[in-house]
T-cell receptor, first 115, second 114 residues
């Protein structure tokens, strides 16, 4: 069975500080991993993905994520947070063996960057 | 480039009424899907389509129907609305059925069932 866990409903960080939004996953095979961001009254926007290769993935708006196979984690990071980064962040996983329909989302983490 | 367009943006229905949520994409994407977003539950897949004429059920299909007569359009029908279907509905599309493709989302339809 596939699943995604985002253990923190809310993350608060001061502007200019580094931020981390945590994600752990469970799949039977090898994963495709994604991060999406959702701003108020908008749909989800793709930030970055891990397919294979380098464990550190760089994405939009200065975000990056580190794939850790042994810890089954894919934490989202940014070296210096901006107030405009405040939004709802979703981690999602697909098992490579099961096909296109099975994209599983976490429950989301609300990031608030404090000026 | 409009991307994925959903209409209406807001809708209030009475229990038992039916309605269709519209979704259109102008990116020539093969894969389209419908999700519902509920507080504390993330997004759950309702139905999806891998091409015109082909649809399949997702995680929570009961109470919903879909069809895909063209590549561009993927409407979601509520047959007899129930309060449990109060949610925010998102349509998404991607270029192919390749499972490493990110999805493009519409801005959602906020549906309340009284």
């Amino acid at each position: 069975a596939q699943s995604v866990a985002q253990p923190e409903d809310q993350v608060n960080v001061a502007e200019g500080n580094p931020l981390t939004v945590k994600c752990t996953y469970s799949v039977s095979g090898n994963p495709y991993l994604f991060w999406y961001v959702q701003y108020p009254n908008r749909g989800l926007q793709f930030l970055l993905k891990y397919i294979t290769g380098d464990n550190l993935v760089k994405g939009s708006y200065g975000f990056e994520a580190e794939f850790n196979k042994s810890q089954t984690s894919f934490h989202l990071k940014k070296p210096s947070a901006l107030v405009s980064d405040s939004a709802l962040y979703f981690c999602a996983v697909r098992d490579r063996q099961t096909g296109a329909n099975n994209l599983f989302f976490g429950t989301g983490t609300r990031l608030t960057v404090i000026p | 480039n409009a991307g994925v367009t959903q209409t209406p943006k807001f809708q209030v229905l009475k229990t038992g009424q039916s309605m269709t949520l519209q979704c259109a994409q102008d990116m020539n994407h093969e894969y389209m899907s419908w999700y519902r977003q509920d507080p504390g539950m993330g997004l759950r897949l309702i139905h999806y389509s891998v091409g015109a004429g082909i649809t399949d059920q997702g995680e929570v299909p009961n109470g919903y129907n879909v069809s895909r007569s063209t590549t561009e359009d993927f409407p979601l029908r509520l047959l007899s609305a129930a309060p449990s279907q109060t949610s925010v509905y998102f349509c998404a599309s991607s270029y192919s059925i390749g499972s490493n493709q990110p999805q493009h989302f519409g801005d959602g339809t906020r549906l309340s069932i009284l």
